[in-house]
């Protein structure tokens, strides 16, 4: 079983609230495309989806990587009559892939209900450098495609009248930080698009909802910070809780939303 890479004691009392959510949610009649599956929050929030009944198809980047996900989810993961996960090597950042994807999906369920994106990653670039091509960069990476791949998944949403779309950001959205300036300006960006795509259809049966952590308890930032104390920072069963929650029906009222995860930093 894949572990979130937190102390083994936390995980159970952490593995107790997904439990406690699954007891309280039910999302099995709901299916799920979750993107960035495959860095150290996807398999949380994988796993969280599994087990409030929800099937999840996961477009991946490296099709071993997405295999090795799937293999670690043992009977989560289902059975050959009734495949839990639908994973396929596919850029959710190009429109045409997406578009496959997304008729896949709906050949396999008969539906696509959530998306949700955790696509992202850290990357320096100064303010007063005004380094364009970095800023460029981290914009295709975190808004072209993050829209790209919603906006795939909003077209039968918008036809069953039906979606939940939980768009995970940073902190960084709400405030520039030294060293980080485009990092800020494309979290902001995403921030802003999700609001503006939560007012377009809010009256259609579709949320869409912003998570804003600040720092998660990774590998990378482990060997970023090694004098800090971890567990200060969100964990990423933590992160989960919040974005399996937005993809409930009881989440209905909840719309262009922006929650800041600050744990205990
Ligand atoms: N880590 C933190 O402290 C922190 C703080 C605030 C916000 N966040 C946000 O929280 C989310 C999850 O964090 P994380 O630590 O799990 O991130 P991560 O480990 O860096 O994982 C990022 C995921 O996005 C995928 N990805 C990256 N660029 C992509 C692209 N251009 N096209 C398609 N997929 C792409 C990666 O695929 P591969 O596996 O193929 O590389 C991976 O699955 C991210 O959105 C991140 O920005 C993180």
Sequence with gaps: ?????????????????????????????????LTGATGNVGPAVLRAYLELGAHVAIPVRE???????????????????????????????????MEGFVEE?????????????LIGGYAASDAATGDLAAYRRYWDQKVATIVTATTGCLRPMRARGYGRVVNVASTAALEGEKGAAGYAMAN?????????LAEEVKREGITANCVLPRIIDTPENRAAMPKADPSRWATAVEIAALVVFLSTDEASGITGTATPIVART
């Design 1 to 33: 079983m894949e572990q979130p890479k937190v102390a083994g004691l936390l995980y159970a009392v952490e593995h107790t609230h997904v439990a406690i959510l699954a007891a309280m949610f039910d999302l099995s009649k709901r299916a799920v495309v």
């Design 188 to 196: 902001a960006a995403l921030l802003r698009w999700t609001e503006s």
């Design 105 to 117: 999906v709906l050949r396999t369920w008969g539906r696509l209900d959530v998306v949700a994106n």
């Design 63 to 97: 099709e071993a990587k997405g295999a090795a996900l799937r293999d670690s989810l043992g009977d989560l993961a289902g059975t050959a009559e009734d495949p839990r996960i639908l994973m396929r090597a596919s850029d959710p950042g190009d429109a045409a892939a």
